[in-house]
């Protein structure tokens, strides 16, 4: 089968489900959020330490976390097979195109979320497994690191000006945690002017 093809069936399976998809729009923060997915990418055969940081501080909060991740390989390596906090998936969960297929993704996909975060930011490897699941999840808001054509994100946290991962998480909770946040927006706002005067 042809790249061109398979590129065809993979749009395809992304429009006719968001099609079916009715999400309700709306900004949530650390305190009105109830429900948190995370999707993210397994990067050198691990799964990225602030995943599991991320998800303790939602914990923390009382906020339902539920985190899925794509390891890029036709089986799960040896270390990550015993991993409970977190549903991973490989090739061997997707159809011949590319989409994904799983149980555990079908389980994701099924639930309904205030948020969504997306921690994949390589644009130029972006798998489709993880491009399939933040376009058609059920979520109020989807925030997102990499932009690209018809991209599903409400909230776009800048991936140039954030080095790694643990920088990129800092944003994403600065964000949250301001939205629908008036005083947190005064203080954000009066320290600008402070910093701007010094």
């Not at 303790?56 to 991740?69: Q, T």
């Not at 297929?101 to 205030?114: C, H, M, P, T, V």
Request: net charge positive; charged share 25%; hydrophobic share 35%.
């Amino acid at each position: 089968m042809s790249e061109r093809m398979s590129n065809w069936f993979r749009k395809y399976a992304i429009v006719s489900r968001k099609k079916r998809l009715v999400r309700d729009k709306r900004f949530h923060s650390f305190d009105t959020a109830k429900t948190v997915g995370i999707v993210f990418k397994v990067e050198g055969g691990m799964v990225p330490p602030e995943i599991f940081s991320m998800r303790s501080f939602l914990l923390k909060k009382k906020i339902r976390c539920s985190a899925i991740g794509y390891c890029d390989s036709k089986t799960l390596p040896e270390e990550l097979s015993h991993i409970a906090s977190v549903e991973l998936f490989t090739k061997q969960d997707l159809n011949w195109y590319g989409r994904p297929i799983a149980e555990s993704i079908n389980q994701f996909l099924q639930g309904s979320y205030d948020i969504v975060i997306d921690f994949c930011r390589d644009e130029e490897r972006y798998p489709y497994p993880l491009k399939y699941i933040v376009s058609t999840v059920q979520a109020s808001m989807i925030i997102g690191g990499v932009l690209y054509p018809r991209c599903p994100y409400d909230l776009v946290v800048d991936a140039q000006q954030v080095c790694d991962t643990g920088g990129y998480v800092k944003q994403v909770k600065h964000y949250i945690s301001i939205i629908n946040n008036p005083q947190a927006a005064m203080e954000e706002e009066a320290a600008g002017k402070n910093s701007t005067a010094v």
